[in-house]
Structures are given as C-alpha cells and as structure tokens.
T-cell receptor
Framework: DGGITQSPKYLFRKEGQNVTLSCEQN?????MYWYRQDPGQGLRLIYY???????QKGDIAEGYSVSREKKESFPLTVTSAQKNPTAFYLC?????????????FGQGTRLTVV | DAKTTQPPSMDCAEGRAANLPCNHS???????VYWYRQIHSQGPQYIIH???NNETNEMASLIITEDRKSSTLILPHATLRDTAVYYC??????????FGKGNQVVVIP
C-alpha cells in the first residue's frame, strides 16, 4: 500500500544533540513538507521541497535542516540551535499539480528533549 | 503564514448541522479551498475541496461564495466523533502549504 512513513513514533534526546527524523513516501509525489505542532497549536511549516535536490524554508526554519537527495525521502534534522525542540512533527506529501492534490500525512514523530 | 482566517473554536450540538466558516480574501485564481481535520496527535485527514462550485461528498458539503473570498464547511449531522481541529487552507498544486491554527470544534451531546 502506498503511503508516508515517519519514524520513529517517539524519540527522546538529550539537550544539545542533533537528531534526524525520517520521512519516506512511496506515492511518487514530488512535493514534501515538514510541520511542527505544539500543544493546542496548529501546524507550522518548517521546510518544504517541490522537487529533488531543492527545498525552501517555511515559517519556522531556524534550528532545522533538511535534505532531498531522493524523491522518496525528506529527512528533517533538529539541530542544537533549535531552542525548544520538544514537539510533534508531521511530514506530508502532495501529488503533482492537478485537480486532486490532496495532501497525505504521516502519523508523526513526537520528539522529547530532556 | 496561512492565507485563511477561522474562528479559534466553536461548539455544536450532536445531531445538528455544524457550519464552519473560513475567510480567504487573498485567494488566487488557481488556488483551491481545502478542508482537513485533525484528531488529537494524528495526521490531518482530508475532508473536501473545491475551486468555485459547491461540493458535496460523504463527509461534508463545501459552500464557496461567488467572489471566492470565503467558504463554509457543513457537517450535516454532527456526531461526537466529529470533535476535532478543522483546517481551512488554500493552495494550488505543490506550492507552499501553510495550515494555520485551525478551528477547534467540539460536538456536545
């Protein structure tokens, strides 16, 4: 079955350590997105990529980095520069432009920094 | 930033129709209006979308004003399982996709 897989579901890290969140899709989608969600808040866009080897900053890119070396993969690295990394992270992908461009989401990764 | 404005929260009675408003006054000509909902700690679920005509599916109806500056999502018979955060967003294709804070809808028995 096609879909988006985020791993791991729960992640614990010590303060000051970099950590990479995985997002893989087998939907053949060009566009992929990373969001951060804090309790009681909506989804805030971190980074997005419309094509392999290209990506753009979203609204809260500081302290995060991404890569898009393969169409299927869009990993997010939370660096030590991110002051409050504890949050719920969601990855999404969208089909090529057309009438039915519904966004598909992974199940999320809950990152806790201790 | 999101291009839409929604009330932060609303209640509705179980079994009654729930009308969720959304303003998108800066919508571009080729952008669609999409609605998603998110139940706690899950990925958002697609509900419905439209360009300028009203749309209906098994989950909901979408009413878009003629000037396309606002829309209303209608849940015809709200159930307790419809309690969720509802997001109204506008986008085209694989462009920047910003969600905003959404509308926390609580269905009351």
């Amino acid at each position: 079955d096609g879909g988006i897989t985020q791993s791991p579901k729960y992640l614990f890290r010590k303060e000051g350590q970099n950590v990479t969140l995985s997002c893989e899709q087998n939907l053949n989608h060009d566009a992929m997105y990373w969001y951060r969600q804090d309790p009681g808040q909506g989804l805030r866009l971190i980074y997005y990529s419309q094509i392999v080897n290209d990506f753009q900053k979203g609204d809260i890119a500081e302290g995060y980095s991404v890569s898009r070396e393969k169409k299927e993969s869009f990993p997010l690295t939370v660096t030590s520069a991110q002051k409050n990394p504890t949050a719920f992270y969601l990855c999404a992908s969208i089909p090529p432009p057309g009438e039915y461009t519904e966004a598909f989401f992974g199940q999320g990764t809950r990152l806790t920094v201790v | 930033d999101a291009k839409t404005t929604q009330p932060p929260s609303m209640d509705c009675a179980e079994g009654r129709a729930a009308n969720l408003p959304c303003n998108h006054s800066t919508i571009s000509g080729n952008e669609y209006v999409y609605w998603y909902r998110q139940i706690h700690s899950q990925g958002p679920q697609y509900i419905i979308h439209g360009l300028k005509n009203n749309e209906t599916n098994e989950m909901a109806s979408l009413i878009i004003t003629e000037d396309r500056k606002s829309s209303t999502l209608i849940l015809p018979h709200a159930t307790l399982r419809d309690t969720a955060v509802y997001y109204c967003i506008v986008y085209y294709g694989n462009n920047r996709l910003a969600f905003g804070k959404g509308n926390q809808v609580v269905v009351i028995p």
